[in-house]
Structures are given as C-alpha cells and as structure tokens.
C-alpha cells in the first residue's frame, strides 16, 4: 500500500522488528524511533545504546536490507505537559546513540534526531522575528542543537495548525490553512498569510539568534484529524493536507527558507487505542480509516493521483451490536454499561460537532456497545451488558455515523492483526512526503 501510494520515506515511533522487517528491500526510506521511556536507560548506559543500535539499526540495514536514514531520539521530550521529566536525559541519550551510531560506521548513513514539538520555542513579540527558545529550557536546547549540527543531522519540529485552533476559540479559522483568506501577519515587511509559515520561521529565527542559521529542518509531523472536534472534520483535513502536498509539490517553502519543505504527514491509519488526553481527536488523524480505506481524496504523487486503498482486507459478519429496542434509557445498569463500553471500545466520534454528533441517546449508547462489540471480535459475550444489547443484522449506521465492523483477525508468525488495525502493522506510521532529501 505505501508503494502504490508512492510514499518513499516513512517514520515509526519504536523500532517493532517486524514493522522494520516488512520494509525491507521495499526501498522506502525509515526513521526508526526510540521512545521516551527509554531515554533514562540510553542516557545513563553506553552499553545499552550500542546495543540497541546493533540490534536495530545495523541488523536491518544488513540483514533485512531495511533503509533506515534517521535515529528519532524520543518524540517531543520536552513538551510542556511533560513537566520537566525527560529534560536531563534528553541529551545524554541523544550523544550516546550518536556514538554508537559512529562506533558501528554508520555516522554519515544514519542520522540522528529529536522529533520537538513547536512549544520548544516562544516568540515574546508574537511575531516571528522575536523567536527564541523557551527560557525555561535554553540551557537543554543548545547542547542539543550543537550536536546536530555538529553532525550534519536535521532539526525535526512538529507542527499543527489545528492544535491552535483547538485550544484557542478566537483562533482565525483561514489562517490555519494555506488557502486561507486571514488577514495577513506582519513581520518588519515580511507578509506571513498563514500560520505554519510563522510558526516554522519562527524556529528559523530561533536557530539564528543562537548561532545556527543553517541547521536543516524537518517536518517530523503535520496533519489534520477527522473527527473528535467540531473542527476535525474530513472538509478540513482534506484541504490541508493537500494544501500540505501542494507545497510539497511546487518545492515552495517559508519566506526565511523559501526552498523545497521536508515533511510527514501524520498519519497513515487512524489508531483506536491511543490515549486520548489531548483530546478526541488523537485517535483520527489518519489519511486511511483502519481498515486501510482512503477517508478522502488526496493526491501524495502517486502514479494514479488518488488514494490507493488496502486491498483484500477480510471482515467479520455483518452483524451489529445494539441497545435493546425494549431496553429503557433510564435503567440504572445503563450508565456503568456504557462507560465500560467507551473505556474499553472507542467513543471518540460521539459530541458535539463530531461525525456521531446528531444520534440521540439510544444511538449513542448503541454506538458505544458496538464498538466494544467490534473490537472483541464481535464475541457474543461482548454484547451482554447486563442484558441491555442486542445483535442484528441490520445496518444502524446513520449518515455520517457510521457503525463500524472489525476486520478479521490474522495470526501470522509474531504478527496479529484485529480491530486495533492494520496498526500492529504500521503503529506510528507517518508518510514522508517531500522533494528534498
């Protein structure tokens, strides 16, 4: 499927060996990701970093022929919700996989990186110019940036228009998109007509007060969800990515970097089991739905210009599970049922503004049971409730709220595909999708 896409380049959270296997002598491009967790253990031990960059990396680039091009160190590390936890190993971790992969022969093959979210940097005049890392962390950043210039390694920032339009109610609309009609920023003549362009110069001034003007920058993350929020939608997220790929494209870059943009787009599949603390919306960022069918048209390049859909992908039956049609809304087992339900199954598409938005209670609660339902292999047990579902056969999708059915689960080797996805397979998967490098 990433073939018939055309994606070249690919980026993964972790280093699951089987993702990494099944890339092999595909000739697409990998960025391998360590995660948080365990930085403390890079940081503190040579030994284990060299270990895991012989297991990891030279393993795949040897034996499984995998192209691995880029070390992840962490994703977003230094994020603010983190509250400081990964501030003093960040770095630490960072040099000692750099050694290794300089140890192993691999320093001008493999690169590293820390994927940063953009809170990293501040702008206290709130225009690009006056762009500075945070204060509060400074100190951390240098030493960081330091190491990958030193090395010839990218800076890689993340960057989501819709993240400011979800926590910014006053937040202009069009200025989140590339074809907007927002009134225009002004930075010292330089017109800035929406806000990724501002966002990413003000890193570009950010590097440049400290001394690092010309350190490459990737887009280690950009997208736009599909549901969860008023605002994630499939109009939404359709205009942007392509306004995304348009750029991508004409090799159009930002007024401080004009030339061509490196950047993933996240993400490949929706993800059903991702914490939803942010928001809703995490679990729907994906350009294909979990079954590996195209949410809209998009063109990433490809050959055919569109979507290239997952082919032979098995389904359960037919069958639904629903709230009973005798069943009372008021029943005092219904509300701990319904909880267990979305606790266990997936109720982000329900709320306001969402794809699910318009059912009334009794559909709300059915959708909740199904969903459970599904993601349970459609087990008659997982449609008990205390006696309030039932199954049928018949549809009750309505609209756009559509009542899923799972995939058929697939036991192969060390691999198991359910509902979670054809995620066991591509969890963490970004599309890479630039002219660059």
């Given at each position: 499927m990433l073939r018939e896409n055309g994606i070249q380049k690919v980026k993964l959270f972790d280093a699951d060996y089987d993702t990494l296997k099944a890339l092999g002598k595909s000739g697409i491009q990998?960025?391998?990701?360590?995660?948080?967790?365990?930085?403390?253990?890079?940081?503190?031990?040579?030994?284990?970093?060299?270990?895991?960059?012989?297991?990891?990396?030279?393993?795949?680039?040897?034996?499984n022929n995998v192209l691995i091009r880029y070390v992840a160190v962490g994703n977003e590390p230094f994020l603010a919700t983190y509250n400081g936890t990964f501030l003093r190993t960040t770095y630490p971790a960072l040099k000692?996989?750099?050694?290794?992969?300089?140890?192993?022969?691999?320093?001008?093959?493999?690169?590293?990186?820390?994927?940063?979210?953009a809170d990293v940097y501040e702008s206290a005049s709130t225009l690009p110019s006056g762009g500075d890392f945070r204060a509060d962390i400074h100190d951390y950043m240098i030493p960081i940036v330091k190491l990958l210039s030193d090395n010839e390694?990218?800076?890689?920032?993340?960057?989501?228009?819709?993240?400011?339009?979800?926590?910014?109610?006053?937040?202009?609309?069009?200025?989140?998109?590339?074809?907007?009609?927002?009134?225009?920023?002004?930075?010292?003549?330089?017109?800035?007509?929406?806000?990724?362009?501002?966002?990413?110069?003000?890193?570009?001034?950010?590097?440049?007060?400290?001394?690092?003007?010309?350190?490459?920058?990737?887009?280690?993350?950009?997208?736009?969800?599909?549901?969860?929020?008023r605002n994630a939608n499939v109009d939404y997220?359709?205009?942007?990515?392509?306004?995304?790929?348009?750029?991508?494209?004409?090799?159009?870059?930002?007024?401080?970097?004009?030339?061509?943009?490196?950047?993933?787009?996240?993400?490949l599949i929706d993800e059903d089991d991702k914490s939803i603390q942010p928001g809703n919306f995490e679990r729907h960022w994906g350009v294909f739905r979990f079954d590996g069918q195209p949410k809209y048209s998009l063109n990433l390049g490809g050959p055919t210009g569109a979507l290239v859909p997952a082919k032979?992908?098995?389904?359960?039956?037919?069958?639904?599970?629903?709230?009973?049609?005798?069943?009372?809304?008021?029943?005092?087992?219904?509300?701990?049922?319904?909880?267990?339900?979305?606790?266990?199954?997936?109720?982000t598409c329900l709320g306001y503004g969402t794809s699910c938005g318009g059912l009334d209670a009794r559909g709300n609660i059915s959708y909740a049971f199904n969903s459970y339902y599904q993601?349970?292999?459609?087990?008659?047990?997982?449609?008990?409730?205390?006696?309030?579902?039932?199954?049928?056969?018949?549809?009750?999708?309505?609209?756009?709220c559509v009542f899923e059915i799972a995939i058929k689960p697939y036991y192969g080797g060390a691999l198991r595909v359910s509902i979670s996805g054809l995620k066991t397979l591509v969890l963490g998967l970004c599309m890479f999708l630039l002219t660059g490098l």
């Open positions: 990998v960025m391998v990701g360590i995660p948080n967790d365990m930085l403390s253990t890079f940081a503190s031990s040579s030994k284990a970093a060299d270990k895991w960059v012989s297991q990891n990396v030279s393993h795949h680039l040897t034996t000692n996989i750099q050694d290794a992969l300089t140890k192993a022969g691999l320093r001008n093959q493999v690169k590293v990186t820390v994927p940063l979210n390694a990218p800076f890689t920032i993340n960057i989501y228009p819709f993240i400011s339009l979800y926590i910014d109610p006053n937040f202009p609309v069009e200025y989140a998109f590339f074809d907007g009609g927002a009134t225009p920023l002004n930075d010292g003549g330089t017109s800035y007509y929406n806000m990724f362009d501002a966002n990413h110069d003000t890193l570009v001034w950010a590097l440049q007060k400290n001394g690092f003007a010309n350190l490459p920058i990737v887009i280690g993350e950009i997208g736009w969800p599909t549901d969860g929020d997220a359709q205009r942007f990515n392509q306004g995304v790929m348009a750029r991508i494209t004409a090799g159009r870059g930002t007024p401080m970097r004009p030339g061509p943009i490196d950047a993933y787009l996240f993400s032979n992908v098995s389904y359960l039956e037919k069958k639904w599970c629903i709230m009973k049609p005798n069943a009372r809304v008021d029943d005092t087992q219904l509300a701990a049922s319904v909880s267990y339900a979305c606790g266990r199954g997936d109720c993601k349970n292999n459609q087990l008659d047990e997982a449609c008990k409730f205390d006696g309030l579902g039932t199954i049928t056969r018949a549809d009750p999708t309505v609209g756009s």
